[in-house]
C-alpha cells in the first residue's frame, strides 16, 4: 500500500484544516487507518485512528472533540478534519495504514504503511 498524505498548511488558531490520504496499491477496505504526528523536537503522537468495518474511532486526549477521522473505502482515501485548532498542533502529520494491529491510538505509530508528511502550523 502506497500512501499520499496532503491538505497540511498554515491556519490561525481557531482555523480549521482537512487532511486527506489517498492509497493505491491496495484497497484499504481491511485495513485501520491513521494518522500521528511530530512536533519539532517532540517524540512522535498518535493523534486518531479508524478501524475496518464497523468503523470504530479512537482519539488522543489532547484532540478529542476537536478533531474527526473518517474514511471513504470507495475513493481509498481517509480523511482528518481538524477544527478549533491550537497552536500545540502544529506539527508534520502522517497517515498511515495496518492489516493486524486495529485502531488503537497508541499503536499507529507502529503502522506498517506511512504516508509522506504533510507539515500543519497554526500560528497567528
Known amino acids: 500500500v502506497q500512501l499520499q498524505a496532503s491538505g497540511g498548511g498554515l491556519v490561525q488558531p481557531g482555523g480549521s484544516l482537512r487532511l486527506s490520504c489517498a492509497a493505491s496499491?491496495?484497497?484499504?477496505?481491511?485495513?485501520?487507518v491513521g494518522w500521528f504526528r511530530q512536533a519539532p523536537g517532540k517524540e512522535r503522537e498518535g493523534v486518531s485512528c479508524?478501524?475496518?468495518?464497523?468503523?470504530?474511532?479512537s482519539y488522543s486526549d489532547s484532540v478529542k472533540g476537536r478533531f474527526s477521522i473518517t474514511r471513504d473505502n470507495a475513493k481509498n482515501t481517509f480523511y482528518l478534519q481538524m477544527d478549533s485548532l491550537k497552536p500545540e498542533d502544529t506539527a508534520v502529520y502522517f497517515c498511515a495504514a495496518d492489516l493486524f494491529l486495529g485502531c488503537r491510538v497508541d499503536g499507529i505509530t507502529a503502522y506498517d504503511y506511512r504516508g509522506q508528511g504533510t507539515l500543519v502550523t497554526v500560528s497567528s
Open positions: 479508524i478501524s475496518e468495518y464497523p468503523d470504530r474511532t
Open positions: 496499491g491496495n484497497t484499504l477496505e481491511f485495513y485501520a
